[in-house]
Nanobody, 111 residues
Framework: QVQLVESGGGLVQAGGSLRLSCAVS????????MDWYRQAPGKQRELVAG???????FYVDSVKGRFTISRDNAKMTLYLQMNSLKVEDTAVYYC?????WGKGTLVTVSS
């Protein structure tokens, strides 16, 4: 059974930082790419960042230079380091591998 469990969300002031984690089990983690998505209130879920099995990364323009996606294959964990957070980064953040999703972790950025 594939499970993805996000953690690390919380309340932070604008300009602050958070590090999200996504612990994966039940699948051969190292051979797949993974993504972080987010869904803000009243908006559609959007892709934020992705990382291939080889470590190649992708970022949506709005987070480039502020967010860093990484992975630890030995720990079967995906990370998202978020710096210089903005109010508009407020959302529930989800990790995804293939068709499997976590339940999300809420990030709230206050002004």
């Amino acid at each position: 059974q594939v499970q993805l469990v996000e953690s690390g969300g919380g309340l932070v002031q604008a300009g602050g930082s958070l590090r999200l984690s996504c612990a994966v089990s039940g699948i051969t983690f190292s051979i797949y790419g993974m993504d972080w998505y987010r869904q803000a209130p009243g908006k559609q879920r959007e892709l934020v960042a992705g990382i291939s099995k080889d470590g190649a990364t992708f970022y949506v323009d709005s987070v480039k230079g502020r967010f860093t996606i990484s992975r630890d294959n030995a720990k079967m964990t995906l990370y998202l380091q978020m710096n210089s957070l903005k109010v508009e980064d407020t959302a529930v953040y989800y990790c995804r591998i293939l068709t499997y999703w976590g339940k999300g972790t809420l990030v709230t950025v206050s002004s």
